[in-house]
């Protein structure tokens, strides 16, 4: 595994041996976009359609990369964002992930529809941790689970507002994908190719959902995941909801899948610390607007109220950059670990975030800037702009 694992320098290597070892269901799954995947393709174009302007003989033998984020210090300015079924992947799921992301000293986040306890993660990693949080239509449930994220000590609430409803992710209603599974016979076809992946699955601990177990029955396929989204979360949030939910739990407050101005706006004076720009990496609308090219017009609305942040199509350190240049606080990264996290769990994880770390300094100084904060606007050109 470690040699194989060896020859992997970049997002591609990483994704093709995921695909490798995991069965086809659970592969596109990560993969796969909503509807056409135009919005998921677009993400990482939209990198690509901006160039970086160098300066050079700056002195650049050293560079910092650290940020601060809602609160948070982090030794890079990119971080693991939260993403649900973590041990589908890889066993260790997010185990592996935040001890990674603790080595390296950035901030993960753990989904209500993780695989791993809140509290667990909360004892073994001091690190900044994120809980993405749904707003469902029990609004007991809806406290009970703030309090009990309170409780564990989590850093940053972080409310996911662009997912009331499930995204048609045609590649899952294909295979049958879906927790519990109920497999189309394509399906379970691709998982008997890769026997070594249910074999460790049978062998480890069984699969859980500990953020939801006391309030939601998925050990016997009373709630599947399409279901937990079509009849447990709620479409009528408003932002009177989200206001309650600031002042309740009092501290750093960020809502995710934020795109407009007006909403970012609205974000800010009802008492939230961040917002983080996504379109949930062309999951949800398909046809919607990349994250990176709505972060200008964002950043210049309310940059100076509130830390915005952006994920989205991030594959390479230059995206980072990019990103910072035009008025990011940080960078979430989302399939850039969860590729290396199914290759090689934490093994992978670390090799991943040592990759993006060294493209970030050698591209920081090739730039011919020493700190973070030194880049801006005036490093970015679009091709035949005026």
């Not at 901006?50 to 002195?59: I, K, S």
């Not at 074999?199 to 939601?216: A, K």
């Not at 040592?354 to 920081?364: A, N």
Request: negative net charge.
């Amino acid at each position: 595994m470690f040699e194989r694992l060896s020859s992997c320098h970049n997002f591609h290597d990483f994704r093709r041996l995921a695909q490798a070892r995991l069965p086809g269901p659970i592969f596109n799954y990560i993969d796969g976009g909503a509807d056409d995947e135009v919005t998921y393709r677009k993400n990482t174009e939209s990198f690509e359609r901006v160039d970086l302007l160098p300066n050079v003989l700056r002195g650049v033998d050293s560079v910092n990369m650290s940020v601060t984020v809602m609160g948070c210090k982090l030794d890079m300015p990119f971080y693991c964002s939260p993403t649900a079924l973590q041990r589908l992947f890889h066993h260790k799921g997010e185990r592996a992930v935040a001890a990674a992301s603790a080595k390296f000293g950035t901030m993960f986040g753990v989904s209500s529809l993780g695989t791993v306890s809140l509290e667990e993660l909360r004892r073994a990693h001091d690190t900044p941790q994120v809980y993405q949080f749904y707003f469902h239509k029990d609004r007991g449930l809806n406290r009970a689970m703030m309090q009990r994220a309170k409780e564990a000590g989590v850093d940053i609430m972080m409310l996911t507002v662009d997912s009331i409803t499930g995204g048609n992710r045609e590649r899952d209603l294909r295979t049958g994908f879906s927790i519990p599974f109920r497999l189309t016979l394509g399906g379970m076809a691709q998982f008997a190719l890769k026997p070594m992946w249910g074999l460790n699955y049978v062998t480890h601990e069984p699969f859980r959902l500990p953020q939801l177990e006391e309030h939601v029955d998925m050990g016997r396929g009373a709630v599947s995941i399409g279901n937990y989204f079509t009849e447990m979360l709620d479409p009528s949030m408003n932002w009177k909801d989200v206001e309650e939910m600031v002042t309740l739990w009092d501290g750093q407050f960020c809502l995710k899948g934020v795109m407009s101005v007006d909403d970012a706006r609205r974000a800010a004076d009802i008492g939230c610390t961040g917002i983080v720009l996504s379109n949930h990496g062309g999951r949800q609308l398909d046809g919607s607007r990349t994250a990176f090219d709505q972060l200008g017009e964002i950043v210049d609305a309310v940059g100076d109220r509130i830390d915005v942040l952006m994920d989205g199509g991030v594959q390479r350190g230059t995206h980072v950059l990019k990103a910072l240049a035009m008025g990011a606080k940080a960078v979430g990264i989302g399939r850039a670990y969860l590729y290396p996290l199914a290759a090689a769990g934490q093994a992978g994880v670390e090799r991943a975030l040592t990759l993006m770390r060294t493209e970030i300094e050698r591209d920081m100084k090739l730039m011919g800037v020493r700190s973070v904060d030194e880049l801006s606007r005036d490093h970015l050109r679009w091709p035949g702009a005026d």
